[in-house]
């Protein structure tokens, strides 16, 4: 649908971006699979980087932010245990991804798209795993790194 979806891009005039969904989905697992079928296509059309996604299929969300830097539009934040396909969301700063990364490869390509923050931990109740993550991501941007 990649090619109806650029008509409307075009007709409307609007940005587009696509989210990875890491290896639980065969389509548009990360950022490079998302680029070889986005490349050709007009440059409204980019990628959403969930870097907890994108950890769990192997990759280095930092790196791909710089790689793909002009078709970054939206970036969802998480933190996961593991590199893995089981990795599953934990509160930011107490798992394996390097935030503070992150945030310097968004700062070096002068994001100025969306960062949203998702936490899929403790459904019933998520408000302090939120609040914690909110809060680590504000002393890591405090930072300036």
């Known amino acids: 649908l990649l090619a109806q979806v650029e008509q409307k891009v075009k007709a409307n005039n609007i940005r587009l971006a696509i989210h990875n969904h ?3 989905n065969p389509l548009f697992p990360n950022a490079t699979d998302i680029w070889n079928h ?5 440059p409204r059309i980019g990628i959403c980087i969930d870097i907890g996604h994108t950890t769990r299929d192997g990759q280095d969300p930092a ?8 078709r970054i539009y939206d970036v969802h934040i998480k933190d996961v245990d593991q590199a893995a396909k089981e990795g599953k969301t934990i509160e930011m700063g107490r798992a394996i991804l390097d935030i503070p990364k992150v945030v310097s490869a968004l700062r070096k390509i002068k994001f100025s798209g969306r960062c949203s923050l998702e936490f899929e931990k ?3 109740d998520p408000m302090a795993g939120i609040a914690e993550s909110i809060g680590y ?9």
Do not use: E, F, N, T
């Open 22 to 24: 890491g290896p639980d």
């Open 137 to 145: 991501w504000k002393g890591v941007l405090a930072c300036g790194l």
């Open 63 to 70: 790196v791909d932010i710089m790689k793909y830097a002009g």
């Open 38 to 42: 986005i490349k050709d296509l007009d």
């Open 122 to 124: 403790d459904m019933k």
